[in-house]
């Protein structure tokens, strides 16, 4: 029986299924009755024999001249270069493949540590083949990540993409929001010092600058933040009588700012600005305090008007004692008052005779 094998085929000649060697391109003839057969193997192929243990091929020289033999342990990869190209990956076994027509590279990796080296090629790692080996993280712009393998932390992220083995190891990620934030108090009831039951709207602006202490030493961190807030106004409005309070009113939030910058280690944040928005008073109280107000703006309209009546009684009396003193000036009030006259005279009606020779005698000239 004649079998051909080409340039890009090899032989493994196997007499009663056992293994005698490699048979190179060529024309061939064996006798099958004599338990005789050549298995053609595609040498830009894996080289791979069905049924057969890889080592027992591996102890014939000149068969192993033209492998590239790769041994991957366990807890390992390794990425299959052609000609500088990557092919594939290969997990934990041994592999062998021709030499003969390409060149065959291999990178072998750990995947017990998750941490992936930036040496790898990050294309290679979105390969669809390592889809259930690689963890892919995305750390937005105005985010941190927290770390951890096993639940333990190991170290904070900065925004990008990062990327872990999974093997093993459990990977987990805390993503923690850097943003400005606000918090509001609503309704807050809070008595002052002279008993009076005030309700305040507050608002507080602050940012995180400690991701890791957020995540790790404080728990319900917004409501914490929110309590602190309460418990600040609370102490400062409880000293203070009402009064007091309504002039204070931008007191209020200087004080409660710095009281939160005071803790600003502890809750790993940095308070920006805080204010309040309403102080609501009691239904009675805004009655009470409206009257004070009518009543103190009445007092004041009246110290105007006395004002202005005085002020107006002493013009008068300086201009008597002018006119007394100069008869032109006395003569020109006079024409003045009869020019004012003159010009609403389709609507003055003047009846009796008496009347006009008053009129008359003020237009008559003074000697």
């Known amino acids: 029986m004649r079998i051909t094998i080409r340039d890009h085929e090899r032989g493994l000649l196997f007499k009663e299924g056992n293994y005698r060697g490699v048979v190179k391109p060529g024309k061939h003839y064996i006798w099958p ?87 790898i090629d990050r294309n290679i790692l979105a390969s669809p083949q390592l889809r259930c080996d690689v963890a892919v993280y995305d750390i937005e712009p105005y ?52 008993k009076v039951p005030l309700r305040f709207n507050f ?49 209020i939030a200087a004080y409660v700012l710095k009281a939160l910058k005071d803790k600003e280690q502890d809750y790993g944040a940095e308070f920006l600005f805080a204010g309040v928005k309403d102080i609501i008073l009691p239904g009675e109280i805004k009655d009470i305090l409206n009257t004070v107000l009518i009543a103190e703006k009445k007092a004041l309209a009246n110290v105007i008007t006395r004002r202005e009546e005085t002020a107006s009684t002493r013009s008068l009396l300086n201009t008597a004692k002018l006119m007394d003193e100069n008869h032109t000036l006395y003569r020109l009030k006079e024409l003045e008052y009869m020019e004012r006259i003159c010009d609403n005279i389709g609507n003055i009606s003047l009846n009796g005779g008496g009347l006009l020779e008053q009129l008359n005698s003020l237009l008559a000239v003074r000697k």
């Open 33 to 119: 009755l004599l338990g005789i057969n050549i298995e053609v193997m595609d040498i830009t192929k894996a080289f791979k024999v069905e049924g057969y243990d890889i080592e027992l091929f591996l102890k014939d020289d000149v068969l192993r001249e033209e492998l590239e033999v790769v041994d991957i342990d366990d807890k390992k990869l390794a990425f299959h270069y052609v000609d500088g190209k990557f092919k594939e990956v290969l997990g934990t076994g041994k592999y062998a493949f021709w030499n003969v027509l390409k060149k065959h590279t291999f990178d072998i990796v750990d995947v017990s540590n998750p941490e992936i080296s930036d040496s």
């Open 203 to 251: 608002v507080c602006q602050y940012k995180i600058t400690d991701a890791v202490k957020v995540v790790m030493e404080v728990k319900d961190y917004e409501q914490q933040i929110y309590v602190l807030l309460q418990l600040i106004l609370r102490e400062y409005v409880g000293t203070l009588k009402l009064d007091e309070l309504l002039k204070m009113k931008q007191e």
């Open 143 to 194: 985010m941190k990540g927290i770390l951890f393998f096993d639940n333990k932390m190991q170290r904070l992220l900065e925004p990008g993409r990062h990327y872990f083995w999974l093997g093993s190891n459990k990977v987990d990620i805390i993503k923690v929001d850097m943003r400005k934030r606000e918090i509001e108090i609503n309704g807050q009831e809070i008595m002052t010092e002279d």
